[in-house]
């Protein structure tokens, strides 16, 4: 491990106001959205999906970083050139995705707990000699009058911590994503107290692992209203909530902060990753690390259909433009309506 590449790799993910794209869903959850708009669900498909996104041209002015699931780590464009290479060779980091995803928590209804630690020092290894240069793990929590449980933060945080320690270990910087998901009724005030806590949590058990903060990313949800919930929080409210949540919990050791997106409109999440940039002074980058929120406007132009392939990488592009707008503070309205 050489913890001073960790450093400047970590930097480098959240340098020039770029963000990350994450392309790592399993496959069962890229074929439910492949099966919404009527696409073909096998692995061709997803590998020429994945294909568009990743040779989109000009994706490296404003993404720094790709987020791969295990299948698309081996992939390789149709000339055979790997993902990897052509990530590479474009100056975007490779990333791998490398929970096992979430599962029941023995005791405790409704509550989970991302699994994956078993091998993961060695499939850690493995990744980073076939270029990989960081990873991710994603903890969910849910949000009612009693959840989450001590039990389930507590259980999520470790498994965490336990993860980022090996990856720096193994010489790849860690993505360390707790999400509280914005599914349910929760107020904006439940969800910061909640958020508030979960990262107490995951930042204790970081600092007890010997994990260090300088060459890790934190992957977070913004702090919302749940989508059920009658009063629905104004950009601001979701700007100062989050804001004042991160700043009471987050070392200012780390060198970025970036947001997943969770389930939000691609245009809510720029306007809110908008809001929170715009004249703040802050110890940390505040980035993107979006899924959904850039992928799904070119998913629905592609279709499937290799016609519509310049089409769906506009948008893609046009979406990765309009965050990186966001982090320098002056993302417009306006700019949704440019080609």
């Keep these: 491990m050489n913890m001073h590449t960790l450093i400047e790799t970590a930097n480098q993910l959240v340098a020039d106001d770029k963000g990350l794209l994450a392309i790592d869903e399993s496959n069962p959850t890229c074929n439910k959205r492949f099966s919404a708009l009527g696409i073909a669900q096998n692995e061709e498909t997803r590998r020429r999906w994945r294909e568009l996104i ?7 002015q404003c993404i720094s970083g790709v987020i791969l699931f295990d299948e698309t780590f081996y992939q390789k464009k149709l ?3 790997p993902f990897i290479k052509l990530l590479t060779d474009a100056n975007i980091l490779p990333g791998i995705k490398v929970d096992t995803g979430a599962k029941p928590l023995a005791g405790h209804q409704d509550e989970s707990v991302t699994e994956g630690l078993d091998q993961l020092r060695d499939r850690l290894q493995h990744y980073a000699e076939l270029g990989a240069r960081f990873a991710k793990w994603r903890a969910v929590l849910v949000v009612d009058e009693q959840l989450p449980s001590s039990a389930c933060v507590d259980a999520n945080a470790h498994a965490l911590a336990r993860y980022a320690a090996l990856c720096q270990e193994a010489g790849l910087v860690p993505i360390v994503e707790p999400e509280v ?10 969800c910061f107290q909640v958020t508030e806590s979960v990262l107490h949590g995951v930042f ?7 994990v260090n903060l300088e060459a890790l990313i934190l992957k977070p949800n913004m702090v919302l209203s749940g989508q059920d919930c009658v009063q629905q929080a104004t950009l601001t409210e979701v700007a100062e909530a989050t804001l004042r949540c991160l700043l009471r919990v987050v070392p200012a050791a780390i060198p970025g902060i970036a947001f997943l997106s969770g389930g939000q409109s691609a245009v809510l999440a720029t306007a809110r990753l908008q809001a929170m940039n715009a004249g703040a002074s802050l110890p940390w980058a505040l980035a993107f690390s979006f899924a959904r929120a850039i992928q799904q406007p070119a998913l629905e132009l592609w279709l499937g259909q290799d016609e519509n392939r310049h089409t769906a990488q506009r948008a893609l592009l046009k979406r ?3 965050n990186q707008a966001a982090r320098r503070g002056n993302y417009t309205s306006a700019m949704e309506q440019d080609v």
């Design 54 to 60: 990743i040779t989109t041209p000009d994706l490296q």
């Design 79 to 81: 000339d055979g050139t």
């Design 181 to 190: 998901l914005m599914t349910g009724t929760h107020s904006l005030a439940q």
């Design 204 to 210: 204790n058990q970081l600092y007890r692992q010997g």
């Design 320 to 322: 990765a433009r309009c």
